[in-house]
């Protein structure tokens, strides 16, 4: 079996090898995301804040590109608070290309903890293009152009209450069984509790959309809500190896913490909007789409992820559920550990299930239904790709991961999905008035 | 893994190694992991037989234990199996001793579990049964060993994890007590012998709280009371960088898990359990300074100097630093950066990923004075190395202790003691043969009396970590040329008691038949308070909120202010009446005193703890009619919001029938833009009506900004209005108290606080002035908790006794290494940021983690590019110059409780006894307790509620202290005075009930406690 996996990635690979060589370097929107994803995982950034760091990191390169092609809609067509300083970037002695890609790393660069580390890929970047037919003029005036957009950008991010976040009352877990409490084995205290304060891009407020009320808690064993646990409990008894391996493979938690004695080791992974920023990469070079549309898809689908999480987050923070384990450590089974590690924050409802299905739905919308592709954003962590003939089938998998997983109840997972389908609906309804077409019409 | 050695002593300091010859196997056994090993005579036949543990993820049989019985020509034979000995359970130590008190040795196994079961919900878990990870009695039943956990209250189930054991009388009833360590998060067992084959743990009982990762254990006496004290170990480091790189981040969620499970509160530090001598123990280790040793191993508590106080041996040290914060956070990097250059993860590597640090095993004098110093340069102990097991014994005959240490990958150690030979001291060494199959008297008593000091061993050879000392006990006497007596109480508790013993001998005294029986002394002298039964049935739950969730960076919560209690006596029927603050569930009461020594509540409801808290109460004649009225201050912390109605006090107008109603709104100015400290009446301008002073103690959510204080001037008719004063905006103000300093016929105030020095106002016709630098030599900014005013040395001026942080908690402070409160705004987003920086070996460090200040001011995130890049970062490294002078700065350099000395116009410094130091003190009541014409002292306090690292400070169980009329103060033990209070007090009151004076204190989340004073 091992060696199937490896023989596996070895054949993934050549192929992304293969790719890559298709793919140049200064037209990599997939590279230089992930360049943004390797810091995020390396100062173990949640899934709220990933998601809004890889917005404004797109923000910036979509404003060189609409600036240099009037086809795109201006972002301030479609967001109602984008309002940053006057950005001049309509010029025609830089590569615009080179400034967007370049403008990723350097917006990542000046917000993320530890973005210094980018400045080995932005080298890398420019000692790239100087092996390439770029004249050191054009690379110059494509930086400062790059530079003086993300600086733009991450001032106009200060407007969006990040910075009060760690003003705000952190989270002290509520009195009552129905209530969340941290999970074994590190008992994290709550993430990002106040998250709902966040500025968003698309939607008006955090409360905007709510999902169907939760099946209300209950110890009796005849209840709803006991059952939702016991599915939970049932499912994870005797579960198919592909059901274990749709887990593992949506997991995307950013920080798994191992114990052994003493010694505890936090094991890293993209978070789920990191994912699904792969995915557009993945997807925008298999629909062959130029520069330009591709980062559009990236830029639309960092928005919808950012407006994903606030409107989970807003949930979760206000219905402060248990997580399964919890709920079934106390009633059912003293022991019982799920698939998954339960990520650090209340269970309802999965924001994987809501970003997912409105990601999915941003896609289809761009690329069409029945858009196959397959998915290796996880083979870095020793999990094999997985083939899809849409984006709602993949979102679809994503959502009942979590009930795979042991992490979620069904309506958690189910409630999330109508949530993530009604944002993706007033998402597409937003950009398609302001102008945004699909691109495959 | 190495063999296991046997050497044979073959005088001035040589050895030699008889392991092959003594025996085949006593090399131990390939595959097991070889822990624990006990030396004891265990068929009583006079010769010492071998005892070994096993453990390791193995066959079960490759870990059974081993017992080589000693055949008397240095060969010994494997019985374990034949005795009922060779258990296969995940050993760690065995202890042989005579639990039931018939003559022979019987055995007590610890044992751990391989697997840490990281799940806390694990209440469940604690019935189970683990028969491999569970500690385990066997009685000896005529030579063969019967497992008889279960019937004596053995606690068995999969969390143990103990690492370490030692046997004494913990309580001194003449039946041996057993302490077990664990590891993680089960807590530490004490089970006390109930001399009918059971034990009952006791744990909760006799501890406020314990270590947390415990390690090994030594149980003796280290204060000459002859009371045995405990030493358990942790891991927590000395100096600040490993504190910085290995300390856990707080988790106010899983501690709370903890305490919800009863697994009581534990801290990642060594404990020293002082034996109270009333089955309570004082932990001061912060005090006696050993607290921090980093991850140790082996407790020692002997007489290493000869000067007839036992010091303190630590050995330590770990192949890799496993809780490096930087492995923790950031290996997973490597991981995922493995799989993208397409290698694979070695084991190797992740081990290697942890940083190797050595350091030296630590010694300690003892200072005769409850405290340890640091003597590991001087005494020769400063080579860095990986230690583990240890054990003290004169090995060359010459008087005075060494040390044997076994080190991991590396050769034992022995250090030769050099201290006679440098100091000549004296010595007397004693080993006991007792009747019987417990041939080495393991569990007697030997107490040595000379010149006024008496010392006290029991022969309890197990002690420390995997090791076995010697049973011949070791006493030093200084320089003295004899012990007046030697008193021995026999495991069979018959006596024996010898005069006038020359020294530097080692005395061999084997039992006599019909010695006489020991009896149990008892206590003649009466004590000074008898706790009665609650006078008032009053039970109060305290606040849930965790004040750190709004302001992380505080070191105290704030919200817990009750019970509050004042006294008066409300209807004139010459009985004292109380009021009780409520708590959530019930209002506040005023509980009227009957003439049968009852009380009855009356009927007004004071206060509503939902939406407000009180903080201090006073009853006082606000109107002028005669009957007290109630003046309540609100305060606290919660949730509460300064300026709104939460934390407006109130005025309940008493019209003598015990009807109080709330005075109209206009009779109080606006008063809440602070949460109130103290409220203190008095008619400060002498018009005949009564004012008040109220201090403001914190504005909620803006620690530590200054909070407004009061001064109200009564209209006379029960209005009172602002008086602007130099003291209204003075700092956190604490407590206060009104007293005549200048002898004028004006009250002055003084005034202490939190970052305040203690500071008096002088009270003039033009108004209130600053004073303080004319009555002290230089202002004392401290912790200060509380102020009483009294005449102690009976020159006729008043004295000033002032409650402090204490010396037991991680921050210590003196002038020369000052605390330091830094504090703004640093990220301009509406919170203050409060930045500690208290000394760490002679540098003033933050207090705050990177962690911690990565989530208070986000830009740091950027700033310190991991723990190892933060952990040396002094305040001047983490903000600019521009930053620092922008913001405030407060400062503190005391920390002790004291009494401030009114001598000649001066108030001199008096530090109070060591014991007023254990913990913070909240209450001060200064009375002639003990009847001799002499001002004495009652101190309570104790502040639990604080942030986890410092931890809770809880040694105080009511210290009263014994004035001599002149200023000093004498301790006053535990069971002789009386007090057992546990928890924090709140509030306390000398109160008259039915004629007689009582003490009622107020202890927060247990309600009220009483202690009858003894009459004249």
């Known amino acids: 079996m091992k060696k199937n996996i490896i023989i596996l990635l070895l054949l993934y690979f050549q192929t992304v090898n293969a790719q890559n060589k298709t793919s140049p370097f200064e037209t990599d929107i997939q590279a230089a995301v992930f360049s943004i994803s390797k810091v995020m995982m390396h100062d173990v950034v949640n899934p709220p804040a990933a998601a809004r760091y890889y917005a404004y990191c797109l923000l910036g390169s979509y404003e060189i590109v609409s600036q240099n092609d009037t086809s795109l809609i201006p972002v301030s067509k479609f967001i109602k608070e984008y309002k940053p300083d006057f950005i001049e970037a309509k010029k025609s002695d830089y590569n615009y290309k080179v400034a967007a890609l370049y403008c990723i790393l350097e917006t990542g660069k000046l917000m993320l903890p530890s973005g210094y580390m980018l400045q080995e890929d932005e080298d890398e970047f420019i000692k790239q293009l100087k092996l390439s037919k770029f004249s050191e003029k054009i690379i110059q005036k494509s930086l400062i152009i790059a530079a003086e957009v993300a600086a733009s950008i991450v001032d106009y991010s200060k407007g969006d209450n990040y910075g009060k976040l760690s003003a705000k009352l952190r989270y002290t877990p509520l009195k009552g069984d129905q209530y969340w409490y941290p999970t074994p084995p590190a008992y994290i205290e709550a993430i990002e509790p106040n998250w709902r304060i966040i500025r968003p891009m698309f939607i008006e407020s955090s409360g905007q959309f709510n999902p169907s009320p939760l099946t209300p808690f209950s110890k009796d064993t005849t209840s709803a809500f006991y059952k939702l646990a016991k599915e939970v409990y049932d499912i994870s008894k005797n579960q198919p190896q592909e059901n274990i391996n749709i887990a593992n493979f949506w997991d995307c938690n950013p920080f798994t913490v191992s114990t052994s004695g003493h010694m505890t080791i936090g094991f890293k992974k993209i978070t789920p909007g990191g994912h699904w920023m792969n995915i557009a990469g993945i997807v925008s070079k298999k629909a062959k789409l130029t520069f330009n549309n591709a980062i559009v898809v990236h830029t639309l689908i960092s928005l919808t992820l950012m407006d994903g999480f606030i409107t989970s987050w807003n949930e979760k923070y206000k219905s402060n559920r248990l997580r399964p384990e919890t709920y079934i450590n106390r009633y059912m089974d003293t022991k019982w550990v799920p698939v998954l590690q339960t990520p650090p924050f209340p269970e309802y409802t999965s924001a994987h299930s809501v970003i997912s299905t409105a990601s999915a739905a941003v896609l289809t919308y761009l690329l069409g239904d029945n858009f196959s592709f397959t998915d290796n954003s996880e083979v870095i962590y020793d999990i094999p790709p997985r083939d899809f003939h849409s984006f709602n089938e993949a ?20 409630n999330g999905q109508k949530e993530g389908k009604i944002l993706g609906e007033f998402i597409i309804e937003k950009i398609r008035s302001a102008g945004v077409k699909a691109f495959n019409k | 893994m190495g063999e296991n050695k046997l050497y044979l002593n073959l005088g001035n300091m040589k050895f030699k190694d008889i392991t092959r010859e003594a025996c085949p196997g006593l ?14 005579d265990v068929n009583g036949d006079g010769l010492m037989d071998i005892y070994i543990c096993y453990s390791g993820k193995v066959d079960k049989d490759v870990r059974r234990n081993q017992l080589f019985i000693n ?45 840490k079961i990281d799940n806390m919900e694990f209440a469940k878990l604690r019935n189970d049964v683990d028969e491999f990870a569970g500690d385990k009695l066997f009685e000896n039943q005529n030579g063969h060993f019967v497992d008889v956990s279960k019937k004596a209250g053995i606690h068995q189930n999969p969390l143990t994890f103990g690492l370490g054991v030692a046997i004494a009388d913990i309580n001194q009833d003449g039946w041996q007590d057993i302490y077990v360590t664990n590891d993680y998060n089960e807590p530490d067992y004490v089970y006390i012998n109930n001399h009918d084959g059971t034990f009952t743990e006791k744990s909760k009982d006799y501890f406020r709280h314990m270590s947390h990762f415990s390690m090994g254990v030594d149980i003796a006496d280290f204060n000459n009371d002859c009371l045995p004290d405990i030493v358990t170990l942790d891991m927590l480091p000395e100096d600040n960088k490993r504190q910085k790189l290995l300390q856990l981040q707080e988790n106010y969620e899983s501690f709370q898990l903890m305490i919800d499970q009863d697994l009581g509160k534990q801290y990642m530090h060594n404990m020293l359990q002082l034996n109270n001598g009333d089955e309570t123990f004082s932990e001061i280790s912060q005090l006696a300074g050993m607290s921090n040793t980093d991850w140790s191993w082996c407790p020692l508590l002997a007489d290493f100097d000869n000067d007839g106080y036992k010091d303190l041996f630590i050995t330590n040290g770990y192949f890799r630093d496993y809780t490096n914060k930087d492995f923790l956070r950031y290996w997973g990097d490597y991981k995922i950066k493995k799989a993208m250059d397409r290698e694979p993860v070695q084991l190797l590597d992740l081990i290697k990923a942890m940083p190797v640090t050595q350091y030296p095993n630590y010694i300690f004098r003892n200072n005769h004075d409850l405290t340890f110093s640091n003597k590991q340069k001087e005494w020769g102990f400063d080579q860095p190395k990986i230690s583990s097991g240890a054990v003290y014994v004169d090995l060359d005959n010459d008087g005075d202790l060494d040390l044997v240490v076994n080190n991991i990958n590396e050769n034992a150690f022995i250090y030769k003691n050099q201290s006679r030979e440098k100091d000549n001291t004296s010595y007397l060494a004693i080993k006991l043969k007792a009747k019987g199959l417990n041939t080495n008297a393991i569990g007697a008593k030997v107490y040595v009396y000379a010149s006024g000091l008496v010392q006290y061993q029991e022969v309890n050879p197990n002690r420390g970590y995997l090791s076995c000392v010697s049973t011949v006990l070791h006493f030093g006497l200084g320089n003295l040329k004899k012990a007046d007596s030697v008193k021995i109480i026999w495991p069979d508790q018959s006596r024996e008691l010898l005069t006038d013993i020359s020294v530097n001998q080692k005395l061999v005294i084997a ?28 039970k109060h739950e305290e606040f849930t909120e965790n004040d750190f969730k709004r302001q992380p960076l505080m070191l105290f919560m704030y919200s817990k202010t009750s019970p509050v209690i004042a006294k008066a006596d409300v209807n ?58 109630l003046y309540i201050a609100k305060g606290g912390y919660s949730i509460w919001e300064p300026n709104t109605a939460g934390l407006q006090d109130e005025l309940y107008i ?28 008095c008619d400060y301008d002498n018009d005949g009506d009564i004012d008040l002073f109220v201090g403001g103690r914190i504005i909620p959510g803006k620690y530590p900004s200054s909070p407004k204080s009061f001064l109200l001037n009564n209209d006379g008719k029960g209005h009172f209005t602002v008086i602007s004063t130099p003291f209204d905006s003075i700092g956190m103000v604490t407590d206060a108290q009104w007293a005549d300093i200048n002898g004028d016929g004006r009250k002055d105030l003084i005034i202490c606080g939190e970052f305040v020095p203690v500071k008096i106002f002088i009270n003039t016709i033009n108004g209130f002035v600053d004073e303080t630098n004319k009555y002290f030599d230089k202002p004392e900014n401290g912790f200060w908790f509380s102020l009483a005013v009294a005449d102690v040395d009976g020159d006729g001026k008043d004295d000033i006794i ?33 930045f500690f920086s208290f000394y760490i070996q002679g540098k003033s460090y933050p207090y705050v983690s990177r962690d911690e200040l990565n989530d208070q001011i986000y830009p740091m995130r950027k700033k310190f590019h991991s723990y190892k890049d933060y952990a040396d970062a002094t305040i001047n490294e983490i903000f600019s110059k521009e930053q620092l002078a922008g913001a405030q700065k407060l400062t503190a350099t005391e920390d002790q409780t004291m009494c401030f000395l009114n001598r000649n116009g001066k108030f001199v410094k008096s530090v109070l006894p060591i014991q007023a130091q254990f913990s913070t003190v909240s209450k001060i009541i200064a009375k002639d307790f003990n009847h001799d014409g002499k001002m004495d002292l009652l101190l309570l306090g104790n502040h639990s509620d604080n942030r986890l690292k410092l931890g809770s400070i809880d040694a105080n169980y009511g210290c009263l202290l014994n004035g001599d009329g002149k200023g000093n103060f004498f301790y006053i033990n535990q069971p002789l005075s009386g007090l057992s209070v546990t928890g924090d007090t709140k509030s306390a009151e000398e109160i008259t009930i039915a004629g007689e004076k009582y003490i009622v204190i107020g202890i927060s989340n247990v309600g009220l406690v009483f202690y009858k004073e003894i009459s004249k």
């Not at chain 2, 374990?80 to 000995?85: D, N, P, T, V």
């Open chain 1, 395 to 414: 979102a679809a998998e994503a959502a009942v991961s979590r009930l795979y997983g042991g992490i979620h109840y069904r309506d958690g997972v189910e």
């Open chain 2, 27 to 40: 090399e131990g056994r390939k595959g097991g992991w070889k822990t624990g090993v006990t030396m004891a």
């Open chain 2, 71 to 115: 055949q008397g020509n240095l060969k010994f034979v494997e019985k374990a199996k034949e005795y009922g000995l060779d258990d296969p359970g995940y050993s760690t130590q065995a202890v042989f001793f005579d639990y039931d008190n018939d003559g022979d040795l019987d055995m007590f196994l610890i044992n751990h579990n391989v697997k």
């Open chain 2, 511 to 538: 039992e006599k038949n019909n010695g006489e029986r020991e009896i149990k002394k008892t206590i003649t002298d009466k004590p000074i308070f008898i706790k009665t039964p609650s006078i008032i049935n009053y």
């Open chain 2, 572 to 629: 004139k029927d010459g009985l004292e009446d109380l009021f009780i603050s409520g708590d959530k569930n019930k209002p506040g009461k005023i509980y009227v005193q009957q003439s049968n020594g009852k009380f009855a509540p009356a009927a007004v409801d004071i206060g509503d703890e939902n939406t407000s808290a009180i903080s201090a109460a006073s009853f006082f004649d606000a109107n002028g009619d005669g009957f007290p009225d």
């Open chain 2, 654 to 681: 008493n019209d003598g029938k015990e009807n109080f109603s709330l005075a109209p709104q206009n009779s109080l100015p606006n008063m809440s833009a602070s949460s109130k400290s103290c409220v203190r009446p």
């Open chain 2, 802 to 834: 002032a409650g402090n942080l204490g010396l037991n908690s991680q921050i210590h402070i003196s002038e020369k290494e000052p605390a330091e409160l830094y504090y703004a705004d640093f990220d301009n987003n509406g919170s203050l940021d409060p």
